[in-house]
């Protein structure tokens, strides 16, 4: 009876396993095909869609109706709804390579992802760092238009020939002033760009560049150049006052900038230095060498060169004007640098000057504008020379200045022209490249967050 009883547990045994195996083998096969095809969960990394989402929210993603891919192929389900303008999608990151292996490392990376309830991410780049990807953004652009930003604003227009209109359903959901959400929304946000001040100093310098008087601005350019060679040339006619060994190399260092002979070199050179040149370096070096004064009355005649052609649209106006407020300041500060020197006060005069200081709290402020925001606020028409094609999308982050999305390729800062009609045009470290996203990387609508449980409910286009 005993051998009985044994042997019927033993034959029970496998069975059993083998239900398990069966249970245990549906829910995996359930898992992975609910993953692909149907919804997904994702983890917010950073916070560029602030305040929608806050970094550890968690989204429940659709796929089903966005036509999902079958993996490891460029095959698609049909799409069950249109991409609209204002929706919210998860992006395979096209700034990331594909190939087989790479496919596969992601799909078993997203299989481990979602059975762990994203609290698991194996996907990580060279690094060991976890990719980015997929990303959540929001589709800003739709294809048939051409779109521009200016100050914050969204312009769109649907053929080359008409004019830019905004696209007033941006502002419903676009957030540059974090500074204004309510107090308990600001203490979970890590990044605020932009405080109460921030706003009044970058809605200063809007208010000048919009109202810049473009012909008017670069006479005075050339009239300030002009000046500078005259007061130079009378400088030269009296001792120069007695330079330490530090001034002394900061003039030597700017020397070296002019090429003899070469006042387009010596401009390109003070172009170079973008907003970021040194008045003083810049006024001993015209005392000293008339290739420095050449350089200076180049660079600025590259402001008349430049509005003597009309801007093509809004971009390139304030573009232009903002160079020649960069271009302006730099050469008043240079201007007020050899009117103190020329009274016979030394070096340490200039720094307590009234209205030098003034023209160095400007610069400052034209340099944080230009550098830190300007990219973050602006770009020029998309796609250059034409409208987004068939299966061609747009998208950014809501949170404008603290979003990598398809304004930026590389997020590698590289020099950039101010103003493309300029000869000698400001240069700045510019990490804009705008770039289409394909239809082929949308993979999801986010419609609901799904925790933390404070922060559960539906995603609207806010």
């Not at 049909?78 to 087989?100: C, F, H, W």
């Not at 490392?105 to 997203?110: F, I, N, P, S, T």
């Not at 009355?297 to 304030?318: C, E, I, N, Q, S």
């Not at 005069?349 to 830190?372: G, T």
Request: charged share 25%; hydrophobic share 45%.
């Amino acid at each position: 009876r005993r051998k009985s009883r044994s042997r019927r547990q033993k034959s029970g045994f496998v069975p059993v396993l083998l239900e398990w195996v069966d249970a245990i083998g549906f829910a995996v096969v359930a898992v992975v095909l609910i993953d692909i095809f149907i919804f997904q969960l994702y983890v917010i990394p950073s916070e560029s869609m602030v305040p929608g989402f806050l970094v550890g929210d968690r989204p429940f993603t659709v796929k089903l109706t966005m036509g999902p891919r079958i993996p490891l192929t460029e095959w698609r389900l049909p799409m069950l709804s249109t991409i609209k303008r204002g929706d919210v999608v998860t992006i395979a990151n096209p700034r990331y390579p594909e190939n087989q292996q790479v496919n596969v490392r992601k799909q078993l990376a997203q299989f481990v992802y979602m059975l762990t309830f994203t609290a698991v991410n194996l996907d990580r780049d060279a690094a060991g760092n976890p990719k980015a990807d997929p990303l959540v953004k929001r589709i800003v652009g739709v294809p048939g238009e051409q779109l521009m930003m200016v100050d914050d604003v969204l312009y769109s227009r649907a053929s080359l020939g008409a004019d830019f209109s905004p696209v007033l359903a941006d502002a419903t959901w676009a957030k540059v002033d974090l500074w204004k959400e309510a107090p308990a929304l600001r203490a979970k946000i890590k990044d605020i760009q932009v405080d109460e001040r921030g706003r009044s100093i970058l809605a200063a310098i809007d208010q000048r560049k919009n109202g810049l008087d473009l012909a008017a601005a670069a006479r005075e350019l050339e009239a300030t150049a002009s000046r500078i060679a005259s007061k130079v040339e009378a400088a030269r006619r009296k001792a120069e006052p007695v330079t330490t060994s530090a001034i002394a190399a900061m003039r030597d260092e700017a020397l070296r900038g002019f090429v003899p002979g070469d006042p387009a070199a010596g401009a390109a050179y003070l172009a170079s230095r973008g907003a970021e040149a040194e008045d003083l370096a810049l006024a001993m070096a015209a005392r000293r060498s008339p290739d420095a004064v050449a350089a200076l009355l180049a660079y600025a005649h590259g402001g008349a060169v430049a509005v003597a052609t009309a801007p093509v649209d809004a971009y390139a106006r304030g573009s232009r004007a903002l160079d020649l407020m960069v271009k302006q300041n730099l050469l008043s500060r240079i201007e007020r640098n050899l009117d103190i020197l020329a009274t016979g006060a030394g070096y340490e005069a200039i720094s307590q000057d009234p209205q030098r200081v003034r023209l160095e709290a400007d610069a400052q402020q034209l340099h944080n504008y230009l550098y830190y925001f300007y990219d973050a606020r602006n770009f020029p028409a998309f796609p250059a020379g034409k409208v987004l094609g068939p299966t061609d999308y747009f998208a950014m982050g809501d949170n404008r200045y603290n979003s990598l999305d398809m304004r930026f390729r590389e997020g590698i800062a590289r020099p950039r022209i101010l103003d493309e009609g300029d000869p000698s045009s400001v240069l700045y470290p510019s990490v804009l490249a705008p770039f289409v996203l394909e239809r082929r990387f949308i993979e999801a609508r986010a419609v609901f967050i799904l925790f933390p449980p404070s922060r559960m409910g539906a995603i609207g286009k806010r």
